[in-house]
């Protein structure tokens, strides 16, 4: 006769049960966290591909040989403020596709934080960040900082698309280059120079910006060095005070033609500069004029001349000013323009007007000298409009090829007092001088990486379509959920 199972063997058979349940289920979650920790998939179903990296960007960053970090410095009080809030949220979208795609890389890993500077300036200083709402990127001793001007293109003071990825990739690979692109200022004629910190013709702040974005900064003498270095990768005339020996504009123009150099030459009113030869291989004609505006809105509350980008020319140099239309401060001014008998003599060259004066209330003082009130003088003085910034590049297409060869780049200002350290500040001062210097170089901080549009949702809703959806949320839907209370308690009844 079979014997029942007692209620103790009961009692430890369920016992058992259960803890193999527990067991199980531990093990399962334990097993699938295992799973997703180490063989996680990710699918981006959004329309845009919103949360998916460019394969310009996915092929870099398997590159990488060295940890990258990225410490984006826009607080988390930005609430009050809409821009800094979605650049947050957008940046903060972004690096975790970054971090994400690096995870799982031996070396080369990103790794991202947000700081905030007011509350952390220990480790704001150690960082040596000295601003707020910008983007640093490290890796070793190199860094290079981004701008929340860099991450967005704006046209007619609206957002139209998020260029973060193409900003923050090029800011990574100017990072992981261990060789710094050299940038030497000249010196030896009363030139301004990176190490002074005077107000009206130091450039030390421009120095530290240039460092910040990993250049490498220094002087070059050519009254005694004997020629132009042959890894300079940028070269800077910044005001001289006299002429130039001709020796020392024939080196300068040997190593733009020789070894398509790139420079920048700043040129101020009433200074002789002795580089007319080196311009006119270059088509540029620098007038001997100062620039008079006789309209308010062309000059500010300090007397400054206010100068525009020509908002359509796409080039390199003006494309930050064209975007968040900024203007630039600059003090007394001369006209720098394209020489247009060279320019078409030579079809290698193209010569470009970036920023110009009023078309109607400027013009070109060549009697400066004179004592009295300046007026225009027909047949004598420049007439508007008048170019004080131009960019000259020469390109050349042999052997075949399909593509055309750079071979060397210019920038000529008229004038030097837009970039000391009294006027550095400006937006639109030090965003018309890193984007020549980008360009100059041939470091396009853009890339070739599609913007990603940014999307709007809007809920267009007319008066009566308001007034029928309050009654619906008002009336409706407490009345449907009670109709279906009624019928469950109808239903119960019977």
């Known amino acids: 006769m079979r014997r029942d199972p007692s209620f103790r063997t009961v009692r430890w058979i369920r016992t058992l049960n259960l803890l193999a349940q527990a067991v199980l289920l531990l093990t399962l979650c334990g097993g699938l966290n295992y799973?997703?920790?180490?063989?996680?998939?990710?699918?981006d179903l959004t329309a845009t591909h919103r949360h998916s990296l460019s394969p310009e960007t996915i092929s870099y960053l398997r590159g990488l040989k060295e940890?990258?970090?990225?410490?984006?410095?826009?607080?988390?009080?930005?609430?009050?403020?809409?821009?800094?809030?979605?650049?947050?949220?957008?940046?903060?979208?972004?690096?975790d596709d970054y971090a994400h795609a690096t995870e799982r890389q031996d070396t080369g890993r990103v790794t991202t934080e947000f700081l905030d500077v007011f509350q952390n300036r220990r480790e704001a200083a150690r960082l040596g960040i000295n601003q707020a709402n910008s983007l640093l990127v490290l890796c070793g001793d190199r860094r290079r900082?981004?701008?929340?001007?860099?991450?967005?293109?704006?046209?007619?003071?609206?957002?139209?698309?998020?260029?973060?990825?193409?900003a923050v990739t090029a800011a990574i690979v100017a990072v992981t280059n261990p060789v710094k692109k050299k940038i030497f200022f000249l010196k030896g004629d009363g030139e301004m120079a990176p190490d002074d910190v005077s107000t009206d013709r130091g450039l030390s702040a421009v120095a530290d910006e240039l460092r910040q974005r990993n250049f490498a900064v220094d002087t070059l003498d050519l009254t005694t060095a004997p020629a132009v270095p042959a890894d300079?990768?940028?070269?800077?005339?910044?005001?001289?005070?006299g002429k130039l020996l001709p020796t020392t504009v024939e080196q300068l123009r040997q190593y733009m033609r020789a070894h398509a150099g790139r420079m920048l030459v700043l040129l101020a009113p009433d200074s002789p500069h002795g580089l007319d030869d080196l311009l006119d291989d270059w088509g540029v004609l620098a007038d001997d004029d100062v620039i008079n505006d006789s309209s308010p809105a062309g000059r500010n509350d300090t007397g400054d001349l206010i100068l525009t980008a020509a908002a359509a020319n796409d080039h390199q140099v003006i494309h930050t000013l064209v975007e968040f239309a900024l203007p630039v401060r600059f003090g007394v001014a001369r006209s720098v323009r394209p020489d247009p008998g060279r320019s078409t003599l030579d079809t290698s060259l193209v010569v470009t007007s970036l920023i110009g004066t009023s078309a109607t209330t400027a013009w070109g003082q060549r009697n400066y000298r004179e004592q009295g009130v300046p007026a225009y003088r027909a047949g004598i003085d420049l007439p508007p409009p008048l170019t004080v910034v131009t960019a000259a590049e020469r390109v050349t297409t042999g052997g075949g090829l399909s593509f055309n060869v750079p071979g060397g780049r210019l920038v000529a200002f008229g004038g030097t007092d837009w970039i000391a350290n009294s006027?550095?500040?400006?937006?639109?001062?030090?965003?018309?001088?890193?984007?020549?210097?980008?360009?100059?170089?041939?470091?396009d901080p853009r890339f070739n990486i599609p913007a990603r549009p940014v999307e709007r949702l809007q809920l267009a809703l007319t008066q009566q379509q308001l007034q029928h959806l309050r009654v619906s949320l008002i009336?409706?839907?407490?009345?449907?959920?009670?109709?279906?209370?009624?019928?469950?308690?109808?239903?119960?009844?019977?």
């Open 67 to 95: 940890p990258v970090r990225i410490v984006v410095t826009i607080a988390d009080d930005a609430d009050n403020q809409p821009e800094l809030r979605k650049a947050r949220r957008d940046l903060g979208d972004l690096l």
């Open 423 to 443: 006027r550095e500040t400006t937006p639109g001062n030090l965003a018309l001088f890193l984007d020549a210097v980008n360009w100059a170089v041939g470091r």
């Open 232 to 241: 300079t990768d940028l070269l800077v005339i910044a005001g001289p005070q």
């Open 35 to 43: 799973l997703a920790l180490h063989y996680g998939w990710r699918f």
């Open 475 to 494: 009336f409706v839907g407490p009345a449907a959920l009670a109709l279906l209370g009624m019928l469950v308690w109808w239903a119960r009844r019977r």
């Open 145 to 166: 900082v981004v701008s929340l001007a860099e991450l967005y293109r704006i046209e007619n003071k609206e957002i139209k698309s998020f260029q973060g990825e193409q």
